[in-house]
């Protein structure tokens, strides 16, 4: 590039020659300056790449960039786990959030800035990117669990084997853990799982219409890729920015509870009308998580190839410190339920006593000797209605449930 530039008052060669290296240092800052905008922008433009259009569903930059940054693994030592829980086994947030880096090189910030916009987030935790033998136990079991095809299924589409050693293994991973705490700010604890071997081409919707912490109304999901997911095998579908829509109750969209399917359509009217929520489709690699926020829509897109499995297991969470854990689905939740609980009458997804930690929830029932879980509904799961407080109502129009 050349600059055009005038010089005056020089009585020398000397001077000339100093104002023309002055002029050449100057160049060279403003070249180096540009290089690093250049450089900003293109990482800005990749990450950003994960808010996509309407029109491109099936692609995942999400898939993209941290498939891209796998290669650093090997620079990336398992974090120290057994620092960052206090001795009560609480999460010590300030140490996790400043020292936390997963195995993708993602730090602790980078993943909740992204978990905060976007309502689902994609990591690599360390403890499943460098052996896969929990994995691989679990896989080798699950043509006895679901048969050998597609369209013979006997599970459809989904297992239930919570009390299998190796899934419960999973469950309670400290690492996938300590992440969930630190996102939500608060202790987990696990209270379900699916497996599945196949896409479920499951309708999109919101986890907490079928469970949620109260008055929190929160939950969170950790979905393990057990094999590389792959675009015609019908992986999740997320609409990101749904989490922050206010919650719609059974109530809100105009639906009785004695009429279930009437959430699907409405709700489907809903993101129909909320043009401004991403759809994109999240392809993992094996040992990959994804975690996704109380609101979030989603679900399982097309299964295109019949011959393509899609192995995987989902882990629900709720969080110390809620009063109750409710089915939303099957409660009549009035008016504002939350600040005014008095009106509306709960169904309880689960009772957890005298408000037991989460430590002493997970070592009671989420344990290969526990006799106290039976998979998808734990044994004190109930349908009948119960007050805000958690006694039961003498009004229980619906069955005892297990």
Known sequence: QTHIYSITNMTSRRNH????????????????????????????????????????????????????????????????????????GKLNYETFATSYVDCAGRPFAELKETFDRDGILLFTPCSLSYDHSVIDRINSK??????????????????????????????????????????????????????????????????????????????????????????????????LGSHKAKFQTMQMLGCDLSDQGCYQPKLQEIIKANVSWRPTSVLPKKGDVILWASNAIHGGSAVKDHNLSRQSQVTHYFFEGDDLYIQPKLSN??????????????????????????????????????KTYTGHYPTFHTKNFHDHLGNMLPESPMTVGI
Not at 338 to 363: C, G, I, M, Q, W
């Open 17 to 88: 020659t100093g104002a023309k290296k002055r002029f050449i240092l100057r160049d060279y800052i403003l070249g180096g300056f540009c290089l690093t905008l250049i450089s900003y922008l293109a990482f800005f433009h990749l990450t950003a790449n994960a808010v996509l259009s309407r029109n491109t569903p099936d692609s995942s930059a999400y898939s993209d960039h941290v498939g891209n940054l796998r290669s650093n693994i090997p620079s990336f030592p398992f974090p120290r786990l057994q620092e960052m829980r206090n001795s009560d």
């Open 142 to 239: 699950m043509d006895k669990w679901c048969g050998p095809t597609f369209e013979g299924n006997t599970c459809d589409n989904r297992v239930v084997k919570s009390k299998d050693e190796d899934i419960m293994r999973l469950a309670r991973d400290p690492e996938i853990t300590m992440v969930l705490d630190g996102l939500h700010g608060r202790t987990s604890f696990p209270f379900q799982t699916l497996n599945f071997k196949w896409g479920t081409r499951q309708p999109a919707h919101s986890d907490l219409i079928h469970f949620a912490g109260f008055p929190s109304m929160t939950l969170s999901a950790a979905w393990i890729a057990f094999e590389d997911i792959l675009s015609d095998a019908g992986p999740l579908e997320y609409y």
């Open 333 to 370: 939740l009035v008016g504002d339920y939350v600040r005014n609980p008095s009106k509306s009458k709960f169904s309880l997804r689960l009772d957890v006593p005298n408000k037991a930690k989460a430590v002493e929830f997970t070592n009671k029932h989420w344990q290969p000797a526990s």
